[in-house]
């Protein structure tokens, strides 16, 4: 592969990361915006999910091969349910 095919993959790659940066930016500003107007039920939902994986004896790094699957594909898949779980919150809770 010349020196000019790999600068362009790069470019391209680049942009496809910036595209799903914005695309991450707006679902995660709207949970972010959620999580201030509600912080108590933030945190209490914080401190829950880590009591149960606490009790469940499930952390991230005891978990053989979760941080390479965390890295590739499923670190997608959770983006895209956060966004959906955005727009939902959004959609069902607000107040307008």
Known sequence: MS???QLQAVRSAQ????DARHELAVPAHALLS??????LTTVGAAAG????LGQ?????LRVPGLGALLSGTAAE????????????????????
């Open 3 to 5: 020196l000019l095919k």
């Open 56 to 60: 469940l004896n499930v952390h991230p």
């Open 77 to 96: 898949l959770v983006g895209q349910g956060a966004r959906l779980l955005a727009e939902f919150a959004q959609d069902s809770f607000d107040p307008t």
């Open 34 to 39: 959620r999580g201030q107007r509600y912080p």
């Open 49 to 52: 999910a880590g009591f149960v």
């Open 15 to 18: 942009t496809r990361a910036q």
